[in-house]
């Protein structure tokens, strides 16, 4: 077909400047200001002054930063293995010969279409109520004493749990995704020389899903080193220690918050760096680990 | 239900039945949690502190409904949550399907890079850009409702192009080759012929761009200053944090119900196209 160059401007445009404006720019400029002292967000470059790794170091000394990351280990680490667990388990009971798979799913992917504030709130003002709440009245009716489920001790895991169960939907989906891609034959192949369920799971479905769970440890990773809402609504008015995340400490540091002496937007570029760096080594390292097999079928 | 399940074969649904379990203890929670939820939004507050939200003992109180929408300022955050959705999601489509189109077509100087910009973009953490456009949006005076539109088109243009590049790939050349004979400029072709033959994937994209731009809570909670730009999520995040002093929890939970019913309620029609595009070219919703 005839290249049209001013059609190809005219339409490319918008994208580019969007591209440009939107990414390209702010992600070179944060890199940049991660090594430059900067006071305030809003000055000027002029009004910057270079001050090497001074940054990073500042906020690897700073105990709310050593919290926060403690924090994302716990959400990435404990959070990551039940949610890719449940949902893959979910996938597999809703790929076998179920009946009513559709609306399960639906229903099993039903919060990641809600707001997740309303969510939150739902967990947070109902389920996790001292006084009236879900759990509190289910542990009353077994005879126990209730829990205070958003005290400072369990509050980070109570947190953890709500999160997990917005997010199985979206990751059982994908799953559901990669095994519905796999050839049948090969289960009934595996049935006729008498494998069972489970030898099934872990010799063909398991190893066969080895992209989609790369995939799915990727978008784990992201999600959570930039968790951010389920923290603000469990710990709405001022940060609390038990909640921390990077993201909260990089808003308190740039924007302002209790107990925030000066503002530093220097250094809440460099949070942003640091998180920028974790979900690249976890994507290299299980592009690593997890080669893509050369298994055809 | 176990009637019908068994006259159809016990045996296999027997054996199936851990997994049942599982699944329907998933939905079973759900359902309950929204089941009281929806019972203390027409409750009084002091039904739902002395736990006697399913008794409805004084009748449904529908009134919490009209203080959430009123005097608690929802009517404000919902219309404006709207307008930021339709606006973007027509604005977004402006913008990417052109260069989706181009960038399906032709190969051009730079079109490589631009394809592979798109794609990292979408996964670019929003913490590493929002700082750069706050201090940019202030230096150049954007603000108000205007702020909050740019950047929600801008959020979803990669998205977007990449979704509906891979729907323009699949058409043939052979329409725009017949519009060329009948005397058809290629700009009009793309607008009258070729963008209507992908409606499929643009009701899609579009549907995740109004879940995506109704549910989004970060840039809304740095960009927006006062209440009357402010979108539902934000300003649920405010009636809740001022619970304490007005204590109602009526009012709360059926702000709550009216914030999940819009994306609740096309999800309920759409939940078919939803689940099937969520995956779809295995990117992110």
Known sequence: MKKNRTLIFLFMAPTVICLLLMYVYPVLRTVIMSVFRVEDLTSGVGEWTFNGFANYVKIFHNASFITSLKNFLAIWIVGGVITLALSLLIAVILTSKIRFQGFFRAAIYLPNVISAVALATMWVQYIFNYDYGLLNQLVTFLGFDKVRWLGTDAKLWAMIAAFIYGSVGYYMLIYISGIEGIPTDLYEAATIDGASKGRQFFSITLPLLKGIVKTTITFWTINAATFYLWSKLFSPVQTEGSTIVPVIYLYDTVFGGKGVIERDAGAGAAVGVVLTIIIIVVYVITEKLLKSNDLEY | ?285
């Open chain 2, 1 to 285: 239900m176990e009637k019908t399940k068994k006259r159809i074969n016990w045996k296999h649904e027997l054996k199936m039945l851990p997994g049942y379990l599982v699944v329907i203890a998933y939905v079973g929670f759900l359902v309950v949690v929204l089941a009281w939820i929806i019972g203390a939004s027409l409750s009084t507050s002091r039904e739902i502190m002395t736990g006697q939200v399913m008794k409805f003992g004084s009748g449904f109180h529908w009134e919490n409904y009209v203080t959430a929408w009123t005097t608690q300022n929802v009517s404000i955050f919902f219309g404006n949550s709207l307008l930021y959705s339709v606006v973007s999601c027509a604005g977004v489509l402006l913008i990417a399907a052109p260069a989706a189109y181009v960038l399906s077509r032709w190969k051009f100087m730079g079109s490589r890079a631009i394809r592979i910009c798109l794609v990292i973009s979408m996964s670019v953490p929003a913490i590493m850009i929002i700082m750069p456009l706050y201090s940019l949006a202030v230096k150049w005076g954007i603000r108000g409702r205007i702020l909050l539109i740019v950047l929600y088109i801008f959020m979803r243009v990669p998205y977007t192009a990449i979704y509906m590049l891979d729907f323009f790939a699949t058409l043939s050349h052979d329409y725009e080759e017949a519009a060329a004979i009948d005397g058809c400029s290629a700009n009009r072709t793309f607008w009258v012929i070729m963008l209507p033959l992908i409606q499929p994937a643009i009701i899609t994209v579009t549907i995740f761009n109004f879940l995506s731009t109704w549910n989004e809570f970060f840039m809304a909670l740095i960009f927006t200053s006062g209440k009357e730009m402010t979108p539902v999520g934000v300003g649920l995040l405010q009636i809740v944090n001022s619970m304490k002093y007005s204590g109602n929890y009526g009012g709360l939970f059926a702000a709550v119900i009216i914030v999940f019913l819009p994306t609740f309620l096309l999800y309920l029609f759409m939940s078919r196209r939803i689940i099937s595009g969520v995956t779809a070219g295995g990117v992110k919703g």
